[in-house]
């Protein structure tokens, strides 16, 4: 009887001593292991991404763009992935029309010096300067707003809008009238700029990259068309999205 109760005892120490042993072990090698991570995580590359589509909070409110004079929230980031290329090109027709304005502002100008050409024709190039590309950033917006926002009033705007402005594309580009160089001012007899030779060479130049432009304009705005028609949208439920449109 005594044998078997030492036999015990001596079996309980043991397991204790086991016990204790393991235990301070995996405390040691916590630290350790810690440490190790640490150091791997130091020579990892960063893999986190930002968030993007409808769980994220858009903040209308929050103007940025353009740049030079904010007045609407625009961050392609915060779209879904499926709806930035459609944006990017959208975004792309503002630029444009505002680059073609402001090329023509700048031939009239020189024509103008060169030629002698009515001081109207700047006037009315400074005022297609200011109304054009705002009438192109409002139907920008209109689809931007509608797609980030599942609204289908504003996409259907859109594209009423995007049509009238791709018809005065092609408008733009074909007909020539005062400051507008429509391609067909080549076909005329007449020459607008007189009879001087640099003026003429200038002219022609300016008609020829203004038009097609214009046309390259148009057809952009009819990519974007298709492209928004494409796009499936449906009514959002989500607080983020179905906040009331900033007017412009």
């Known amino acids: 009887m005594a044998d078997i ?8 120490m043991a397991h204790k001593a086991s016990t204790d042993m393991a235990h301070q072990a995996s405390s040691l090698g916590q630290p350790r292991a810690a440490a190790g991570l640490q150091g791997m995580g130091g020579t990892l590359p960063s893999l986190s991404v930002r968030a993007a589509g409808p769980g994220m909070d858009i903040k209308w409110e929050e103007f940025n763009y353009p740049a030079c004079f904010p007045l609407i929230h625009f961050d392609i980031a915060e779209l879904p992935f499926r709806l930035r ?8 027709s503002f630029l444009l029309v505002a680059f073609i304005c402001a090329l023509n502002l700048v031939d009239t100008v020189v024509l103008t010096g060169m030629a002698g050409l009515p001081a109207m024709w700047v006037v009315q190039s400074l005022l297609n300067l200011v109304l054009l590309p705002t009438a192109q950033f409002g139907s920008f917006y209109m689809a931007y707003r509608g797609l980030a926002a599942s609204d289908l009033l504003l996409v259907h705007r859109f594209q009423f809008a995007q049509l009238a402005l791709c018809v005065l594309g092609v408008v733009c580009a074909t007909v020539p009238y005062q400051c507008i160089n429509g391609h067909l001012r080549l076909a005329s007899t007449e020459s607008a700029w007189g009879e001087v030779p640099s003026a003429e060479a200038f002219g022609a130049v300016a008609v020829i990259v203004e038009s097609m432009l214009w046309m390259f304009s148009a057809c952009l705005g009819v990519l ?14 989500s607080c983020a999205y179905n906040s009331q449109p900033a007017m412009l």
């Open 5 to 12: 109760i030492k036999s015990d005892a001596a079996a309980a």
């Open 224 to 237: 974007n068309l298709a492209q928004v028609r494409r796009v499936r949208v449906l009514p959002s439920t």
């Open 85 to 92: 290329k459609t944006v990017r090109l959208l975004n792309l």
